[in-house]
């Protein structure tokens, strides 16, 4: 298991940016497929970008595709989300979370993938 702290949250109005970032605790960071999901208020836990142990690998919603960019700094045992023109309907708490290097890359938008996961971060967007 590995420890997930995320920071960065907040309030930002409609088409302003936010850099979400998750700081991991261990030796074994870079083994792990890490990923961003967030839960909307009143509504269920949902994928929303993730990457793989080297970086190469990345994964999307079509809802954030060209506005979010998910990144990875092993030296720094942490993972970023770049998140641009940001929308009301993005307003959720976010949560990053990892999984075993070895997950095949089909199920990288899958909560169940992800063994260990964050406290989880606000973040609100007004209009």
């Known amino acids: 298991q590995v420890q997930l702290v995320e920071s960065g949250g907040g309030l930002v109005q409609a088409g302003g940016s936010l850099r979400l970032s998750c700081a991991a605790s261990?030796?074994?960071?870079?083994?792990?497929?890490m990923g961003w999901f967030r839960q909307p208020p009143g509504k269920g836990r949902e994928s929303v970008a993730s990457?793989?142990?080297?970086?190469?690998?990345?994964r999307y919603a079509d809802s954030v595709k060209g506005r979010f960019t998910i990144s990875r700094d092993n030296a720094k045992n942490s993972v970023y989300l770049q998140m641009n023109s940001l929308k009301p309907e993005d307003t959720a708490v976010y949560y990053c979370?990892?999984?075993?290097?070895?997950?095949?890359?089909?199920?990288?938008?899958?909560?169940?993938?992800?063994?260990?996961w964050g406290q989880g971060i606000q973040v609100t967007v007004s209009s």
């Open positions: 261990g030796r074994t960071f870079s083994t792990y497929a």
């Open positions: 979370a990892a999984a075993d290097g070895s997950v095949p890359y089909s199920r990288y938008m899958s909560p169940t993938s992800f063994h260990s």
């Open positions: 990457i793989s142990w080297s970086g190469v690998i990345t």
